[in-house]
């Protein structure tokens, strides 16, 4: 079924094609402009710009099974281009606005469960071969075909879902809402700011920018995210100078009242000149016999899994959020996208910065107007830059570019209201889906348990026939990985 053009307010007669380009990427056809593409590929790569810091922290923080480390300058520098390249075929192909960067969750995976296990290059091969099997199933056509199983209100629960997972990720990543210490003797989680107070410059400028954007957001300001991002960038930049916060952990000790992640000083040298001695650096064999075939086995299947629906999820969220779906819940070329995406998780692998995947925080490019792969283009070709301009992206702190996610949240947040909340036998998998995301953190989580008590409350209502035959066997696959952990104790 074709997708219907969102209206954002463009007159159907601007809407044929001006040329060649906007042909092929169907700018007008999709009611958008070269400018909101612009605007929405810059909002994307500075939302998800932090990967370039924070993958390379986690990978370079871990060591393999016989005790050598990865150099992080190689890993920033691998990460930066693997990215860019990926999202750049992500919107010549996908012609969506999806971009793709070394996956979270996955790279702590490979780092802390799988790599102790083996070689680096060992580790990175296991991801090559999820990567692989995940493009077999593309091109068998059984990965689209098990996105189209999933009924239409439970994609639109994996929208919402995303959106408040994205949510929660901006506030904890602001220290808005931070953990609390064990040693505090309370059965609560989390709170606000440092024993429930805001008490820290960086949680101000996280505050005054959410506000600032927010109300560009109500007054449909063009740009209001991307706007948002850098006023509270600057904001944050003079807080800096004046105030000398400083990293949130300093010499190791923590610093709670510190930026996380980035502090925003401008660098004395903004060039430098990119590591790229990891690219090939994978081997897919030593694995087998180092670590042994069962416990390969239920690393790739957890890779699998989690690389599967995470990014069916995050395709929804996006199209979703941009109006790009049509009825059944589907984006256009969904083959193309999850094809792309396949790629870019082997070629995670093979340049040893793990998995990449499709990134949520492309709804924030989205929300800028995005609508086609032009975005991409923009967001790749920055991530390309930033292997040389490294220093310039640890500029923006996690304080100025969580105000985006938060904003993004409450706009995909707003399809709830199409879930049918008085049929509980979709309300009740909604909700789980849903909910799970965010208090999980984890896409994947979500997505599973929503699965399964779909395909259970259906059975207990002697209602098989409305179970799409491929679901029963998505359920028994979820049902395994959520038991993951009692069969490596039985096998193992």
């Known amino acids: 079924m074709a997708v219907a053009p969102p209206d954002n ?24 402009t070269l400018s909101r593409e612009v605007r929405g590929g810059l909002a994307t790569f500075f939302t998800m710009a932090y990967i370039v810091v924070l993958n390379p922290l986690i990978l370079g923080s871990a060591v393999d099974g016989d005790g050598n480390t990865l150099p992080i300058p190689a890993i920033a520098a691998a990460t930066a281009l693997i990215a860019g390249l990926m999202t750049i075929l992500m919107g010549v192909v996908g012609r969506f606005p999806l971009a793709v960067a070394a996956g979270l969750g996955v790279n702590a995976l490979v780092a802390y469960e799988i790599a102790p296990e083996m070689t680096w290059a060992d580790a990175m091969g296991l991801v090559v071969i ?23 209100q439970m994609k639109t629960a994996i929208g919402v879902g995303i959106g408040l997972f994205l949510t929660i990720i901006g506030l904890v990543d602001a220290g808005f809402v931070r953990r609390i210490p064990d040693e505090a003797n309370t059965t609560v989680p989390v709170g606000l700011g440092i024993g429930g107070k805001l008490v820290s410059w960086p949680m101000l400028v996280f505050v005054v920018g959410l506000l600032v954007t927010l109300v560009l957001v109500v007054r449909r300001v063009k740009g209001a995210i991307l706007v948002g991002i850098l006023a509270s960038t600057a904001l944050a930049m003079l807080v800096e100078a004046v105030g000398d916060i400083g990293p949130s952990f300093v010499d190791g000790a923590p610093n709670p009242k510190g930026w996380s992640l980035n502090v925003p000083t401008l660098p004395s040298n903004p060039f430098d000149v990119p590591d790229l001695s990891l690219l090939g650096q994978f081997n897919v064999l030593d694995s087998w016999g180092r670590a042994g075939w069962l416990v390969v086995l239920m690393f790739i299947f957890t890779l699998l899994i989690t690389d599967f ?3 069916m999820g995050t395709m929804v969220a996006v199209g979703q959020e941009g109006g790009m779906l049509d009825e059944q819940g589907t984006p256009p070329r969904t083959r193309e996208i999850l094809l792309v995406d396949s790629i870019a998780a082997a070629s995670g692998g093979a340049a040893s910065v793990s998995s990449n995947t499709s990134y949520i925080e492309s709804a924030a490019g989205v929300a800028e107007g995005a609508r086609t792969g032009v975005a991409n283009l923009v967001t790749g070709v920055l991530f390309l830059l930033a292997m040389f301009l490294a220093p310039l992206v640890v500029v923006v702190p996690f304080e100025a570019a969580s105000v985006a996610l938060v904003v993004v949240g409450f706009l995909m947040m707003t399809a709830v209201r199409t879930i049918d909340w008085s049929d509980y036998e979709i309300a009740i998998p909604a909700f789980l889906t849903i909910v799970l ?17 779909y395909v259970v409350i259906k059975l207990a209502k002697g209602k098989s026939r409305e179970i799409h035959p491929l679901l029963y066997a998505v359920a028994a696959l979820f049902v395994v990985y959520f038991l993951r952990g009692p069969i490596e104790t039985l096998l193992f």
């Open 437 to 453: 995301m965010p208090f999980t953190y984890s896409i994947s989580n979500g997505i599973g348990a929503g699965l399964i008590v």
């Open 9 to 32: 307010g463009t007159p159907p007669d601007s809407r044929q094609p001006r040329n060649g380009f906007d042909r092929y990427f169907e700018i007008s056809a999709r009611g958008s």
């Open 309 to 311: 629906f995470d990014t």
């Open 130 to 152: 999820e990567g692989v099997i995940i493009a077999v199933l593309v091109l068998t056509g059984l990965r689209t075909a098990v996105f189209r199983s999933v009924p239409t």
